[in-house]
């Protein structure tokens, strides 16, 4: 059974510093990776998504890695700003692409 | 519509009542899927349909939990006999075909049993 566990739960930065969050999941025959924000109350926005075959993707300040064969992904964010003040999930899915399946999030706090 | 629709944004109801959460996807999108958020925690897959059809069911977690989309679009999620447990959010999400590109989530309706 896939499992996705992220690190850390909660994070605190002064804004301005680059930071890395961490997902590592249980089973390597996965399609995709995606990442997402959620704010307080609201749904879920897509961030990246990385194919299996892929190792890297890049949008903006954001820039998420995939390496399947060790279970694991990375966010990073450059030079945070308050507005990156989210909690950010890592999800896979399985591989047949029909559910995602999520880690349990990180609560990043950028403080000005 | 322009984002996934999500109807109500906020329910509360007694235990032992039924409640239908509703979720009016993209047009067009064919995969519609349910998922479940506690507090703190990311979202847990409920069902997914491709279409008319439920293509997998395998998150509900009992039976007092069934989903239908008799039309391929509208989709309607129904709770008997809630019990306090089921507090939750509910997300709804979409895509155009299955396997992540384009898919988008709802706001959710938070339900809250009492």
């Known amino acids: 059974k896939q499992e996705v566990t992220q690190i850390p739960a909660a994070l605190s930065v002064p804004e301005g510093e680059n930071l890395v969050l961490n997902c590592s999941f249980t089973d390597s025959a996965i399609y995709n990776l995606q990442w997402f924000r959620q704010d307080p109350g609201k749904g879920l926005t897509s961030l990246l998504l990385i194919q299996s075959s892929q190792r890297e993707q890049t949008s903006g300040r954001l820039n998420a890695s995939l390496d399947k064969s060790s279970g694991r992904s990375t966010l990073y964010i450059a030079a945070s700003q308050p507005g990156d003040s989210a909690t950010y999930l890592c999800?896979?899915?399985?591989?047949?692409?029909?559910?995602?399946?999520f880690g349990q999030g990180t609560e990043l706090s950028v403080k000005p | 519509g322009a984002g996934v629709s999500q109807t109500p944004s906020n329910k509360v109801t007694e235990k032992g009542k039924y409640v239908e959460l509703r979720c009016d996807p993209i047009?067009?999108?064919?995969?519609l899927y349910w998922y479940r958020q506690s507090l703190g925690q990311g979202p847990e897959f409920l069902i997914y349909?491709?279409?008319?059809?439920?293509?997998?069911d395998s998150g509900l977690p009992n039976d007092r939990f069934f989903a239908v989309r008799p039309e391929g679009s509208v989709s309607t999620l129904k709770i008997q006999r809630t019990e306090r447990g089921d507090s939750a959010v509910y997300l709804c999400?979409?895509?155009?075909?299955?396997?992540?590109?384009?898919?988008?989530f709802g706001s959710g309706t938070r339900l809250t049993v009492v």
């Open positions: 047009s067009g999108h064919t995969a």
């Open positions: 349909f491709q279409g008319t059809g439920a293509a997998d």
């Open positions: 999400a979409s895509s155009p075909y299955p396997g992540g590109y384009g898919y988008t």
């Open positions: 999800a896979v899915f399985d591989n047949q692409g029909g559910k995602l399946i």
